[in-house]
């Protein structure tokens, strides 16, 4: 019970810390543009390991495929 008591009173201090919307909204614009920046450079990646070609291998052909 002690246990419990002590875990209310710690959820109650975070709960009571809420950061204003402006915050909330500019902090998840730079979540979102960190996750966008890391599909970027995921895909860019890829396509690079296609078309670029490796030691001993001949050069890919260019295509529409993706």
């Known amino acids: 019970m002690l246990l419990a008591a002590r875990s209310y009173r710690i959820l ?3 709960f009571a810390i ?3 919307s402006k ?5 998840d614009r730079v ?3 960190e996750v966008t920046r890391k599909k970027v450079l995921n895909q ?3 396509y690079r390991n ?3 070609p490796r030691r ?3 050069p ?3 295509s529409r495929k993706g």
């Open 12 to 14: 109650k201090r975070i």
């Open 18 to 20: 809420m950061p204003p």
């Open 23 to 27: 915050v909330l909204d500019a902090l």
């Open 31 to 33: 979540i979102n543009a």
């Open 44 to 46: 860019t990646q890829g």
């Open 50 to 52: 296609r078309i670029v």
């Open 56 to 58: 001993g291998q001949p």
């Open 60 to 62: 890919a052909r260019w």
